[in-house]
């Protein structure tokens, strides 16, 4: 079974820094590009980051380019979004997905909140 | 970028009545497009890939359609399970981006 499992998240001051880990099972993880995804409360999706299965490619939303930063550990099975100089419009619940066109496996999701 | 516009931006329909919702984009995204089903408090979960493709286990009432930059996804007799928000995705270029949702609410 698929399985992904984000961890991480919480209550972070404007300007701070949080790092997102997600955690994998179930698939071959080298083998497979990544992707986090959020959504602010009340709204809709928005694509944040993905990176490629070798890390050879990782593209970013303009909206956090500069600021946030996807990187993954082949040897662990996990993903993780490090987020520095973070805004209150970066509050949002953060899913990690399974690959970078259509998004089949999805997280639970975690909550970050940015707020003084 | 590629802006996804969905409509109507809330469909009420009784259960057993046929809804159809629409995905347009800006510019042309072959049938690189993705539906989602959201609930509340969830995960979004994955219903057609290639515009028409209906993702693992997803019911047969269930149908998608379009090309290029007009996408429907139509759902023949809808069940209680099926009221929920829609979101269409393209993924024809980067950056990826996703409809503002449709939610289909009890009439």
């Known amino acids: 079974e698929v399985q992904l499992v984000e961890s991480g998240g919480g209550l972070v001051k404007p300007g701070g820094s949080l790092r997102l880990s997600c955690a994998t099972s179930g698939f071959t993880f080298n083998s497979h590009s990544l992707t986090w995804v959020r959504q602010a409360p009340g709204k809709g999706l928005e694509w944040v980051s993905s990176i490629s299965s070798s890390s050879s490619y990782i593209y970013y939303a303009d909206s956090v380019k500069g600021r946030f930063t996807i990187s993954r550990d082949n040897a662990k099975n996990s993903l993780s979004l490090q987020m520095n100089s973070l805004r209150a419009e970066d509050t949002a619940v953060y899913y990690c997905?399974?690959?970078?066109?259509?998004?089949?496996?999805w997280g639970q999701g975690t909550l970050v909140t940015v707020s003084s | 970028e590629i802006v996804m516009t969905q409509s109507p931006a809330t469909l009420s329909v009784s259960p057993g009545e046929r809804a159809t919702l629409s995905c347009r984009a800006s510019?042309?995204?072959?049938?690189?497009l993705a539906w989602y089903q959201q609930q509340p408090g969830q995960a979004p979960r994955l219903l057609f890939y290639?515009?028409?493709t209906r993702a693992t286990d997803i019911p047969a009432r269930f149908s998608g359609g379009g090309s290029g930059t007009d996408f429907t996804l139509t759902i023949s007799s809808l069940q209680s399970e099926d009221f929920a928000v829609y979101y269409c995705?393209?993924?024809?270029?980067?950056?990826?981006?996703f409809g503002q949702g449709t939610k289909v609410e009890i009439k």
């Open positions: 510019q042309s995204v072959s049938t690189n």
């Open positions: 995705q393209q993924y024809n270029n980067w950056p990826r981006t």
């Open positions: 290639g515009a028409s």
């Open positions: 997905a399974r690959s970078w066109t259509s998004f089949e496996y």
